[in-house]
């Protein structure tokens, strides 16, 4: 867990201090179309179809099975990924380049850069979207430790990169392009590791259509959820930057970045708890319901002290952080979504139990569910109440999602009786 919290960790701290430089010198609008790309580097692991949490379940729920079966199931996740990035790669250059370029407007001076960004973008997607695979390879074999160094080197470069270049160019395009470079290392490095630590060989795909089967019967639903999750999540800005401008978009993103970012902390613990709720759940161990409980004590614990930090002292914290002085909206802004940071993170644990039993469906059609509900309320809120209305809206999904998921949670585990 301790190397989980410095995996973690860093790259806040390589936040904190890039994101006012690159305010600073991109100015208002050149950041908010940098935020936005921000989502659609993100977005682009949805392309890995849940194969990621689906090979750690397949793994988790096989201790004793050979190195020669794990190539076989390793092969299989990550040739398809490949595959299926190519193919995402594809449909995100003609879906974005519409979305970008036609409905949310870009400035003309920023829209060549921002058009040169998005082709690198789509290029990189097919050798991204392995990184989630490689990662439920390495959690389901308790790698941790290596995992969030690679993780933090990655997180705090993430950041570091834009800022080096920006030294030199604010050229949109060269600064995502840096972003991109720093995604495609580590998979690279993640990729080495899989083979030589694990021992793990890369075998004919062909041969194993049957895994490549199961894996993408599991990773389906875990797919719906990795394409509306963050949409859910992160589409409030696209509707803001619509109806609003890009400048207010930045108001939002700001606050948003600073608080939000901290979802990586329950992340980071269920990644650790989850292989361990698959064995016990596999071998019918009634201790899942401990670690069940201890899972959300982890949580709450990490959680709660930004949550509180932010609602007592949110106005201080970024005004020291920004080193602008009126920053009144923005910390009303970021209150919201700290009340908000913490029910979502608690919302982690029913939500990793469900996938733990072999459910994924159940939360892939709570995800649905939730991505019309949102769709229906979302854009009358941003249109009526602007970047605080799109806070509101973020924090009313998150009460619906955490509701929800105990409520299935409740109806398993009396299935379960």
């Not at 932010?310 to 020291?320: A, I």
């Amino acid at each position: 867990m301790a190397w989980n919290g410095f995996g973690l960790i860093s790259p806040i701290i390589a936040a904190f201090f890039a994101i006012p430089i690159l305010l600073n010198v991109l100015g208002p609008e050149a950041f908010g179309i940098l935020t936005l790309f921000l989502v659609l580097i993100g977005y682009t692991n949805i392309f890995e179809f849940g194969l990621g949490r689906s090979i750690t379940h397949l793994l988790s729920s096989m201790p004793q099975a050979t190195k020669e079966w794990q190539s076989r199931v390793c092969s299989s996740a990550l040739v398809l990924g490949l595959a299926i990035g190519v193919l995402g790669g594809i449909a995100f250059w003609f879906g974005l380049s519409r979305l970008l370029f036609d409905w949310i407007q870009i400035p003309k001076a920023l829209a060549p850069s921002a058009k040169e960004a998005l082709a690198w973008l789509c290029l990189s997607i097919p050798l991204v979207v392995m990184g989630p695979i490689l990662i439920g390879i390495m959690e389901a074999n308790q790698k941790f430790k290596v995992i969030n160094l690679v993780r933090s080197v990655t997180g705090v470069f993430l950041f570091l990169a834009p800022v080096i270049v920006s030294n030199y160019s604010t050229n949109l395009a060269a600064i995502i392009t840096s972003m991109l470079i720093v995604r495609i290392f580590s998979v690279t490095i993640l990729l080495f590791l899989v083979r030589c630590l694990l021992q793990i060989k890369i075998v004919p795909f062909l041969s194993h259509g049957h895994i490549a089967k199961k894996l993408l019967t599991f990773g389906g639903w875990l797919t719906l959820s990795a394409v509306i999750g963050p949409l859910l999540v992160y589409g409030d800005r696209f509707i803001l930057s619509a109806y609003v401008g890009l400048a207010e978009t930045t108001s939002y993103a700001t606050p948003f970045e600073a608080v939000v970012r901290f979802l990586f902390v329950p992340a980071a613990i269920i990644g650790v708890m989850f292989p361990r709720m698959v064995g016990l759940i596999t071998l019918n161990d009634s201790g899942v319901r401990t670690l069940y409980r201890e899972t959300h004590l982890y949580v709450f614990l990490a959680i709660a002290p930004v949550t509180l930090v932010f609602l007592l002292m949110g106005e201080t914290v970024l005004q020291f952080w920004l080193r602008i002085e009126d920053v009144t909206v923005m910390a009303d802004i970021a209150r919201v979504l700290a009340i908000a940071l913490l029910i979502n993170a608690m919302a982690h644990c029913p939500q990793a139990l469900i996938q733990a039993h072999g459910k994924p469906s159940w939360t892939g059609t709570l995800h649905i569910i939730e991505a019309v509900v949102w769709m229906i309320y979302t854009p009358w809120i941003i249109a009526e109440y602007g970047a605080t209305g799109a806070a509101y809206s973020w924090l009313v999904r998150v009460c619906i999602s955490a509701l929800s998921l105990y409520t299935l949670v409740h109806i398993l585990t009396r299935q379960k009786k």
